[in-house]
């Protein structure tokens, strides 16, 4: 089942951790509006851009999903109200750090986070969406004395 041209339901569901233990990992039907909306307004445009196809390394997460993986309570990829994804590439078409520049730069987002990597390249991209409200947060995530920090990017 495809839920917009390059997304599929199965990439949305997708988490080895969900499958290795046995946790459900099924959006309702207001959270998939909320991730079609995320696909259409962010993933497809940047899809477009880049010409070639794109990592979604997590997409959705179930709450009991979220906890196990020691996610953030307030985490955008299980909310009601949006949509996360953290996205890569994989397959060498832009990197990360270009993917990041065009959607601060070109599309509207809630937040955007430039996730660990170096200071010329993360090594993966967190972009959520929400229905209405869209904040345009930008931030860097990186880990200061073993612990996660995240500042504002600059």
């Not at 099924?26 to 909320?34: C, L, T, W």
Request: aromatic share 8%; glycine share 8%; hydrophobic share 35%.
């Amino acid at each position: 089942m495809k839920v917009t041209e390059h997304v599929s339901y199965k990439e949305v569901t997708k988490s080895n951790t969900a499958t290795r233990k046995g946790i459900e990992n099924i959006p309702s039907g207001e959270q998939m509006e909320n991730i079609k909306l995320l696909c259409e307004n962010v993933f497809e445009p940047l899809r477009n851009h880049v010409g070639g196809p794109i990592a979604i390394n997590s997409l959705f997460r179930s709450l009991k999903l979220n906890i196990a993986i020691g996610g953030a309570a307030s985490s955008q990829h299980c909310a009601n109200n949006g949509a996360a994804m953290d996205i890569d590439d994989t397959y060498g078409s832009m990197s990360n750090a270009d993917m990041f520049e065009f959607i601060k730069n070109s599309l509207d987002f809630d937040q955007l986070i430039w996730e660990f990597g170096t200071n010329k390249n993360p090594d993966w991209v967190h972009v959520s969406y929400k229905t209405r409200g869209n904040r345009k947060q930008i931030l860097k995530c990186s880990k200061v004395k073993g612990k996660t920090v995240y500042s504002i990017y600059s």
